[in-house]
C-alpha cells in the first residue's frame, strides 16, 4: 500500500514567487492535515482537512498561503507570494476517521522542503 | 543518558547505553500522546502511542511513561543502537483530530 506522497520533495523560488505543493494522502484515509517545521523548530500546524472540507485552518499563518482538497482525495497548499520567513519543511499527514472517537496514528510524508530566496 | 525537553535539545548516548528523552505537554486536556521518530530527509514515524487512562507502555526496545500530574512524557529506548539516531517528537491531541507537536529532541548514538 502507498504511503503519503508529496511533490516536490524540494523547491527553491525567490521571494515573491508562487510555489504550490502537493499531497496524496493513503487512500481511503478522510483526514489531511498540513504541518511545517521551520529552522529546526516545532513541527507547527497548519490546517486540517476532513474529505474536502476544511475542519481547522487556525494555523495557517496568513492569507499568503491556500489550501485545497479537491474532491476529497489530493491536496494542494500554495504559498502566494513567497516570502523568505515562509522557508521550511511542509509536512503533509493523513488519518483514518474516527467513528465518534479521536483518531490514532498520523502517517507523515517524507515534506517538501521549501527555500525562498 | 537523559534529556529535559527543550532545555537540551541534543542528547548524546553510547551504542548500547538506555536513552531517555523527556517531553513536556501543555495542555491538561490532551488524552492522547505519540512519538514520533524523524530521520534526516524523512518524514515523522510513529513510534508509540498512549492514552491519558494509562501511565506507562511499552512496545519493542521502546517504553512511554506518562505522567499527567506534571505534564510530562518520557519515551525510554533500551539499548539504543546507531539506527536511533534521529530527531525525537512528542505529539499530544487535544482536539478532535488535531495534534501538536514539540520542537524535538535530537538522539546521537555515538558507536
Known amino acids: 500500500e502507498a504511503g503519503v506522497t508529496q511533490f516536490p520533495s524540494h523547491s527553491v523560488i525567490e521571494k515573491g514567487q508562487t510555489v504550490t505543493l502537493r499531497c496524496d494522502p493513503i487512500?481511503?484515509?478522510?483526514?489531511l492535515y498540513w504541518y511545517r517545521r521551520v529552522m529546526g523548530k516545532e513541527i507547527k500546524f497548519l490546517l486540517h482537512f476532513v474529505k474536502e472540507s476544511k475542519q481547522d485552518e487556525s494555523g495557517m499563518p496568513n492569507n499568503r498561503f491556500l489550501a485545497e482538497r479537491t474532491g476529497g482525495t489530493y491536496s494542494t497548499l500554495k504559498v502566494q507570494p513567497a516570502e523568505l520567513e515562509d522557508s521550511g519543511v511542509y509536512f503533509c499527514?493523513?488519518?483514518?476517521?474516527?467513528?465518534?472517537?479521536?483518531?490514532?496514528?498520523?502517517?507523515f510524508g517524507e515534506g517538501s522542503r521549501l527555500t525562498v530566496l | 543518558g537523559e534529556s529535559v525537553g527543550l532545555h537540551l535539545p541534543t542528547l548524546s548516548v553510547q551504542e548500547g547505553d538506555n536513552s531517555i528523552i523527556n517531553c513536556a505537554y501543555s495542555n491538561s486536556a490532551s488524552d492522547y500522546f505519540i512519538w514520533y521518530k524523524q530521520e534526516s530527509g524523512k518524514g515523522p514515524q510513529f513510534i508509540i502511542d498512549i492514552r491519558s487512562n494509562m501511565d506507562k507502555r511499552q512496545g519493542q526496545r521502546v517504553t512511554v511513561l506518562l505522567n499527567k500530574t506534571v505534564k510530562h512524557l518520557s519515551l525510554q529506548i533500551a539499548a539504543t543502537q546507531p539506527g536511533d539516531s534521529a530527531v525525537y517528537f512528542c505529539a499530544e491531541n487535544t482536539d478532535f483530530n488535531k495534534f501538536y507537536f514539540g520542537s524535538g529532541t535530537k538522539l546521537n548514538v555515538k558507536p
Open positions: 487512500s481511503g484515509h478522510d483526514n
Open positions: 499527514a493523513s488519518s483514518l476517521s474516527g467513528q465518534g472517537f479521536r483518531t490514532g496514528e498520523l502517517f
